[in-house]
């Protein structure tokens, strides 16, 4: 299997639930991403991983929790969420941001469609 | 800081139509640029992309040009097919990646 790939495609949680969004990579990079893509909005970056280290968070509430335990794999641990984190939400990967200069493209998951009711 | 602005759609031809969809952008030394498509229902996908000024980057029949002396990347297609049919995000990186809005184009038969 080649490609960034994310389970489940969709998603349909109550606010009291906890669950996860799963992203894997084959593409032999080291930076990982999550974006949330809302209708009308444009695309909001969420967190970057690099080599398995959190190096940016984009001010997200603490009702996403993202984990990174090695360079192909990004979860996104949702719990409590509110009707309005419904989105689409896409995983990305790319070469190393630091060694590339951060001129590489980023490579893109189909993403989790999540609903909260 | 860097952004990108692109033209706001949505955007709707007849088949075989030319298509220009204007981005520009504002950076800091030497952005890579890019365009990705978003087809119903997926992620995005890298449509074509542009490392230094005067490249031009192309794929599928579309084609854009990175034009420093304008600050612009913008996107052309001699001529649309229904299944050009999608949503289109120009988008620069520079250390981080920054995207437009996106534009809707629809193609009708």
């Known amino acids: 299997e080649t490609g960034v790939t994310q389970t489940p495609r969709h998603l349909v949680m109550g606010m009291t639930n906890k669950k996860s969004l799963k992203c894997e990579q084959h593409l032999g990079h080291n930076a990982m991403y999550w974006y949330k893509q809302s209708a009308k909005k444009p695309l909001e970056l969420m967190f970057v991983?690099?080599?398995?280290?959190?190096?940016e968070n984009n001010s997200v509430p603490s009702r996403f929790s993202p984990e990174c335990p090695n360079s192909s794999h990004l979860f996104l641990h949702l719990h409590t969420l509110q009707p309005e984190d419904s989105a689409l939400y896409l995983c990305?990967?790319?070469?190393?941001?630091?060694?590339?200069?951060?001129?590489?493209?980023?490579?893109f998951g189909p993403g989790t469609r999540l609903t909260v009711l | 800081g860097n952004s990108v602005t692109q033209m706001e759609g949505p955007v709707t031809l007849s088949e075989e139509a030319f298509l220009t969809i204007n981005c520009t952008y504002t950076?800091?030394?030497?952005?890579?640029l890019f365009w990705y498509v978003q087809y119903p229902g997926e992620g995005l996908q890298l449509l074509l992309k542009?490392?230094?000024?005067?490249d031009k980057g192309s794929n599928k029949g579309f084609e854009a040009t990175y034009r420093k002396e304008t600050t612009s990347f913008h996107l052309e297609k001699g001529s649309v097919q229904v299944s050009d049919s999608a949503v289109y995000f120009c988008?620069?990186?520079?250390?981080?990646?920054?995207f437009g809005a996106g534009t809707r184009l629809t193609i009708k038969p």
């Open positions: 991983y690099n080599f398995k280290e959190q190096t």
């Open positions: 950076a800091t030394g030497y952005p890579s």
């Open positions: 990305a990967s790319s070469r190393n941001q630091e060694t590339s200069g951060g001129l590489y493209e980023q490579f």
């Open positions: 988008a620069l990186r520079n250390n981080d990646m920054r």
């Open positions: 542009a490392t230094k000024a005067d």
